[in-house]
């Protein structure tokens, strides 16, 4: 069967765990949460204007951004919030390709990491592009370690393997890795502060709204 359009899956923490591997910023974790939150809204932002996106779903157990990142939808492009069953990445992963397959049976599904604050649209269509000529593929972060994106195609299994070493976990899956350049935006996820600081210049206006609020309240990212 040949796809016909996409529905990406967003997975948001949405809680105050959102980016724990910020903490050693001098930053509050309702900064944190509110940082994570529009790190979010600039990454579906992006896809939601991406060639060939007929919905977004985002799993998320936090009513907030739920409320927040539905707001992006149109009518001709929903963003719909699916709750998050609360048992890892993965399984909110999967939840979403679940719902996709009941509501768009024919669509190719792709989940997208939510700590893409750069993400630009062109990147994404490049990589949805790209992700169309095979079954599962993904897409690996800038160290390439982690993983940012996987696709899979209508009457393919999908099994999302992100955590530690993700990249290496879906190469060996059988997962295609797509040749997206390093300076793609859809690589650069945002975990650490060193992430911060190397992608700020390039951030979405949700993001960059949210780092000048802090400053001025006296957090520092």
């Given at each position: 069967m040949r796809a016909v359009g996409w529905v990406v899956v967003v997975p948001v923490k949405g809680t105050d765990l959102s980016k724990t591997r910020l903490a050693d910023l001098p930053a509050s974790v309702e900064f944190r949460r509110r940082l994570a939150l529009a790190f979010a809204l600039d990454t579906i932002t992006a896809i939601t204007a991406a060639a060939g996106v007929v919905e977004v779903l985002v799993v998320t157990g936090d009513p907030e951004s739920a409320a927040a990142l539905a707001r992006l939808g149109t009518d001709t492009l929903p963003v719909t919030t699916v709750p998050d069953p609360g048992d890892g990445l993965n399984t909110a992963i999967l939840r979403g390709v679940a719902l996709a397959r009941t509501r768009r049976p024919a669509a190719a599904i792709a989940a997208i990491t939510a700590d893409l604050p750069s993400l630009t649209t062109v990147d994404v269509d490049d990589a949805l592009r790209l992700a169309m000529g095979h079954p599962t593929a993904f897409i690996a972060d800038a160290d390439a370690t982690g993983t940012t994106t996987v696709t899979v195609q209508p009457g393919f299994a999908l099994t999302p393997r992100f955590g530690p070493g993700s990249a290496a976990a879906h190469a060996a899956s059988g997962m295609i890795a797509l040749p997206i350049p390093l300076e793609s935006s859809i690589r650069h996820d945002v975990d650490t502060p060193t992430d911060l600081?190397?992608?700020?210049?390039?951030?979405?206006?949700?993001?960059?709204?949210?780092?000048?609020?802090g400053r001025g309240a006296g957090e520092t990212a």
């Open positions: 600081e190397a992608t700020s210049a390039t951030f979405g206006p949700h993001t960059r709204r949210t780092l000048d609020s």
